[in-house]
């Protein structure tokens, strides 16, 4: 097997949420696969860094300040892209944020401010890079969901709930698009060690030890995942979301029977 399908090389590729994080990993790992790259957060000096060391790995990068929350910034974000590179191959959909909030007290911003945050930033993102990669006939899109939008997550509803609606527009946006030869993936996360999740790890009887490979995950778990999404290796998958989680929501929770010798 000529193992070249697994490259990105010549590829040009928009990772928003990349200034840290699970998002930071995807395109420092898109790099080492050749990519070029745009960054893109609302935290400038984020984004810089990732661009400046991506392009200490060789590959080319822009930094881009935008909140994919707001249709306008993204449309800006994507038109950047375009007069750089004159291209937009790969989107990765992974800027996010949860909120949690009990469902009885959560109030009406609350709510709309978490499904803009996870679920309508993906629909601004891929109509507006779709339109690019239609007029190409060809492109990958990977939106980064949750394990929290198959299985629920108590006092998370908002979130599960722009979770869940990002696999099933991950389903529906594939079938749309699949004429034009672009595909639309997504991943799964569980539990992954990141700036915003360290508090989560801090107790070894907490989340850990319901994961049976026994740790939490790390942002490069999910850089690999993409990259495959993202290249020609997985040039027959669309419409797919692949759960990376150390097994998390794969074990039953029922109180396992006593093996008898
Ligand atoms: N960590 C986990 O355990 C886990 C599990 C399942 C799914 N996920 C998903 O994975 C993704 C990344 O999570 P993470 O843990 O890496 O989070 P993180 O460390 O908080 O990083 C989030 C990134 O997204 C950017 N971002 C957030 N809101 C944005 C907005 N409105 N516009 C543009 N950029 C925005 C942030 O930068 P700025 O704040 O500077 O904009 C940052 O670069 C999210 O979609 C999250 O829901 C995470």
């Not at 697994?6 to 928003?16: E, N, P």
């Not at 200490?56 to 950047?80: H, L, P, S, W, Y």
């Amino acid at each position: 097997m000529n193992l070249e399908i697994f490259s990105l090389k010549g590829k040009v590729a928009i990772v928003t949420g990349a200034g840290r994080g699970i998002g930071k990993a995807i395109a420092l790992g898109m790099a080492d696969a050749g990519a070029d790259l745009a960054i893109a957060a609302r935290t400038t000096d984020q984004v810089e860094t990732t661009a400046g060391e991506i392009r200490k790995k060789g590959c080319q990068a822009i930094a881009i300040t935008a909140d994919v929350r707001f249709k306008d910034q993204v449309e800006k974000m994507v038109a950047d892209t375009v007069r750089h590179f004159g291209r937009i191959d790969i989107l990765v959909n992974n800027a996010g944020g949860m909120f949690a909030v009990p469902t009885m007290e959560m109030s009406e911003n609350q709510w709309n401010v978490t499904i803009s945050e996870n679920l309508t930033s993906v629909f601004f993102c891929s109509q507006a890079v779709g339109k690019i990669m239609m007029t190409q006939k060809s492109g990958a899109i990977v939106n980064i969901a949750s394990i929290v939008g198959i299985v629920a997550q108590p006092l998370n509803a908002a979130y599960a709930a722009s979770k869940a609606g990002v696999i099933n527009l991950t389903k529906t946006m594939a079938t749309d698009l699949a004429a034009y030869n672009i595909r639309v993936n997504g991943i799964a996360p569980g539990l992954i060690v990141t700036p915003g999740t360290e508090w989560l790890y801090e107790d070894p009887k907490g989340a850990i030890s319901e994961i049976p490979l026994a740790r939490g995950g790390t942002p490069e778990d999910i850089a690999g995942g993409v990259i495959y999404l993202a290249s020609d290796a997985s040039r027959y998958v669309t419409g797919e979301t692949i759960v990376i989680d150390g097994g998390l929501i794969t074990k039953t929770p029922m109180k396992q029977p006593s093996v008898s010798s």
